[in-house]
Antibody
Framework: QVQLVESGGGVVQPGRSLRLSCAAS????????MHWVRQAPGKGLEWVAV????????YYADSVKGRFTFSRDNSKNTLSLQMNSLRAEDTAVYYC????????????WGQGVLVTVSS | QSALTQPPSASGSPGRSVTISCTGT?????????VSWYQQHPGKAPRLIIH???KRPSGVPNRFSGSKSGNTASLTVSGLQAEDEADYYC??????????FGGGTKLTVL
């Protein structure tokens, strides 16, 4: 069955960096676009970034552009989100998610990982 | 990119129907048939219940249905059950490889 498992969350000081990972299994990973979505405590969902199946095309929400870098390794079925210059407003649960088809909905989600940016 | 607009709350009695609206613009909902809806129970990851406006993934009951008119999408839950009590989020492709979510609607089953 399809599984997405995030790791790497924790508490980090403002301005510092953190790297999240997402391990995928149960499907042909290299055939799907993948996304990160975050949810601040008690708030709604916010789309963060997408990476196409080829691993070359990557796009980001304005709120993280220039600070976050999304990458994937299709040989290891893994995603990474490098988060630099972290701010308090980046505090959230971060989910990796698979898109059901190009531009369409996200049909599988990880369990989420909490990132807390605080001094 | 501004968030899509949803009512903060909705409610209905068991067995009845409730409709949740999601209003965007011609740059997102109105411009593409890539509207999705998610159900999220407390402490859980979101679950896709509708994609591409009207399509239900395998395993989603046909009590859930979606529609769109102009810049507004809607989710209808028929035959409300206690387990339908959750937060619901709409989601749309917004062009140029951007996506946008609604602010969420808390559905209460009375």
């Amino acid at each position: 069955q399809v599984q997405l498992v995030e790791s790497g969350g924790g508490v980090v000081q403002p301005g510092r960096s953190l790297r999240l990972s997402c391990a995928a299994s149960g499907f042909t990973f290299s055939s799907y676009g993948m996304h990160w979505v975050r949810q601040a405590p008690g708030k709604g969902l916010e789309w963060v970034a997408v990476i196409w199946s080829n691993g070359i095309n990557k796009y980001y929400a304005d709120s993280v552009k220039g600070r976050f870098t999304f990458s994937r390794d299709n040989s290891k079925n893994t995603l990474s989100l490098q988060m630099n210059s972290l701010r308090a407003e980046d505090t959230a649960v971060y989910y990796c998610a698979r898109e059901i088809g190009p531009f369409s909905g996200f049909d599988y989600w990880g369990q989420g990982v909490l990132v807390t940016v605080s001094s | 990119q501004s968030a899509l607009t949803q009512p903060p709350s909705a409610s209905g009695s068991p067995g009845r129907s409730v409709t949740i609206s999601c209003t965007g613009t011609s740059s997102d909902i109105g411009g593409y048939d890539y509207v999705s809806w998610y159900q999220q129970h407390p402490g859980k990851a979101p679950r896709l219940i509708i994609h591409e406006v009207t399509k239900r993934p395998s395993g989603v009951p046909n009590r859930f249905s979606g529609s769109k008119s102009g810049n507004t999408a809607s989710l209808t839950v028929s035959g409300l059950q206690a387990e339908d009590e959750a937060d619901y989020y709409c989601h749309s492709y917004a062009g140029s490889n951007n996506w946008v979510f609604g602010g969420g609607t808390k559905l209460t089953v009375l």
